[in-house]
C-alpha cells in the first residue's frame, strides 16, 4: 500500500502551520515550525509570489489530506461521497474523515498522533464491537463501540496511557473511558467540535472547477 515516507516536520513547513504529524514532538521546542518558520526547499527562505485562488484551494487541500494522512485517490473517493449525502458538502467531508478509525484513536487520547494510530491499528491492538479491525480507514457509525482488545491491555504502552493528558479536542460527540480504555460514537461531530484548521469551502470550490 502506497503511504508517505519523507520527513513529517517538512508538511507542516510546508503549510505553515502545526499539523501534529509527529507527536509529542509537535509539542515541544523541537518543532520544526518553530523552529524553521518558512516552508523547505531552497528557495523555501526567498520571497513568494502572491498565491493565485486555485492555489489556495490546492494547499487547503493538501493540508486536510496531510492532518488525516490520505492519499490522493481515497481522499477524491470522501469528497464524492460526501457530495451524493444531504447536508453541507464541506461538513460532510470532514465529518467523514473524522469518522475513520485512527483519527477515532487519536481523539480517544490512546495515541499521540494519527499516524502512530494507524501503527497501533495495523498491529491489531483494537476491536470495534467486539470484533478485531486492523484498517485504519475504516470507518466508525454512530453507536459503534471502540475498545482496546484484552490480549493488548497488558502492554507498557496502554498502562502508560492512563497517565497522558487525555483525549484530544472531544466534544459531545465521542464518549471516552479511559480506565477501560474504550470509546463510543454518539454521533457524528458538528462542525464546531471540529477543531482543525481547515476552510472547507475551498476544497469544494476546487473539486468544483
Request: net charge positive; with cysteine; hydrophobic share 30%.
Amino acid at each position: 500500500m502506497a503511504r508517505y515516507t519523507e520527513a513529517s516536520c517538512k508538511l507542516c513547513r510546508r503549510e505553515g502551520i502545526k499539523l501534529y504529524l509527529k507527536g509529542d514532538r509537535c509539542y515541544s521546542e523541537k518543532c520544526a515550525v518553530t523552529r524553521k518558520g518558512y516552508p523547505p526547499g531552497l528557495h523555501g527562505r526567498s520571497r513568494r509570489q502572491k498565491i493565485s485562488e486555485y492555489g489556495l484551494q490546492l494547499r487547503e487541500k493538501q493540508k486536510t489530506r496531510r492532518i488525516y494522512g490520505v492519499l490522493e485517490k481515497q481522499f477524491k473517493r470522501y469528497f464524492k461521497e460526501a457530495d451524493r449525502r444531504k447536508g453541507v458538502t464541506g461538513e460532510t467531508l470532514l465529518q467523514i474523515l473524522e469518522s475513520r478509525l485512527d483519527n477515532i484513536i487519536f481523539r480517544m487520547g490512546l495515541a499521540r498522533s494519527r499516524s502512530e494510530a494507524r501503527q497501533l491499528i495495523r498491529h491489531g491492538h483494537f476491536a470495534v464491537n467486539g470484533r478485531k479491525v486492523d484498517i485504519p480507514s475504516y470507518l466508525i457509525r454512530s453507536g459503534d463501540l471502540i475498545s482496546v482488545r484484552d490480549k493488548s491491555r497488558s502492554s507498557s504502552y496502554f498502562k502508560e496511557v492512563a497517565q497522558w493528558g487525555g483525549a484530544q479536542g472531544v466534544g459531545d460527540w465521542l464518549e471516552v473511558d479511559r480506565e477501560q480504555l474504550t470509546g463510543r460514537v454518539i454521533r457524528l461531530p458538528l462542525r464546531e467540535e471540529m477543531d482543525v484548521p481547515i476552510s472547507e469551502h475551498l476544497i469544494v470550490e476546487l473539486y468544483s472547477r
